[in-house]
């Protein structure tokens, strides 16, 4: 017989305040970023000037719908706070919201990689078109990357606080 008594696997933080906090904070973040992405990406499409290959709009239209995935998990997350507030019962229902992150944050990989291959070939392609300025193109990465990281953030910390079915 073992000495000690079987003892479950240690849980992650599961603790309601902690984990609507969480939740509040990175459903706000990830909507604003969401909200921001989508602005720079129309922002971007205005800025180009007159000639640019049309591929370039494909790209802003991948780095748009990374953004709309971020405000999906942003209002996903804020859901997830407003019912543990609520001091509902967690039921399977309500843990989708952790499905629900990581299908955005892959969203937003392969919307973004995707975008930024565009980039990368409209870059290449200037000698049939008006050659993309390297600011905007730099801008429409470093969005990419923003709404990339952010994603991750927001899938990584609440599939950790929020508890499972």
């Given at each position: 017989?073992?000495?000690?008594?079987?003892?479950?696997?240690p849980?992650?933080?599961?603790?309601?305040?902690?984990?609507?906090?969480?939740?509040g904070?990175?459903?706000?973040?990830?909507?604003?970023?969401?909200l921001g992405a989508?602005?720079?990406?129309?922002?971007f499409?205005?800025?180009?000037?007159?000639?640019?290959?049309?591929f370039?709009?494909?790209?802003?239209?991948?780095?748009g719908?990374?953004g709309?995935?971020?405000?999906?998990?942003?209002t996903g997350?804020?859901?997830?706070?407003s019912?543990i507030?609520?001091?509902?019962?967690?039921?399977?229902?309500?843990?989708?919201?952790?499905?629900?992150?990581l299908?955005?944050?892959?969203?937003?990989?392969?919307g973004?990689?995707?975008?930024?291959?565009i980039?990368?070939?409209?870059?290449?392609?200037?000698?049939?078109?008006?050659?993309?300025?390297?600011?905007?193109?730099?801008?429409?990465i470093?969005?990419?990357?923003a709404t990339?990281?952010?994603?991750?953030?927001?899938?990584f910390k609440?599939?950790?606080r929020?508890?499972?079915?």
């Amino acid at each position: 017989m073992h000495p000690y008594p079987a003892v479950p696997p240690p849980r992650w933080n599961t603790d309601p305040d902690v984990a609507a906090r969480t939740a509040g904070t990175l459903g706000a973040v990830s909507i604003a970023l969401g909200l921001g992405a989508c602005l720079a990406a129309g922002a971007f499409g205005i800025a180009a000037p007159h000639g640019v290959t049309v591929f370039f709009a494909f790209s802003l239209v991948f780095i748009g719908c990374s953004g709309l995935a971020l405000l999906i998990s942003g209002t996903g997350a804020l859901g997830a706070r407003s019912h543990i507030r609520a001091r509902r019962p967690w039921t399977p229902q309500a843990a989708k919201v952790r499905t629900l992150v990581l299908g955005m944050w892959l969203c937003t990989v392969v919307g973004d990689a995707l975008g930024c291959l565009i980039i990368a070939a409209v870059l290449g392609a200037s000698e049939y078109s008006t050659p993309l300025p390297v600011a905007i193109a730099v801008g429409t990465i470093v969005v990419a990357l923003a709404t990339t990281t952010c994603g991750g953030l927001v899938s990584f910390k609440l599939r950790r606080r929020l508890p499972r079915a």
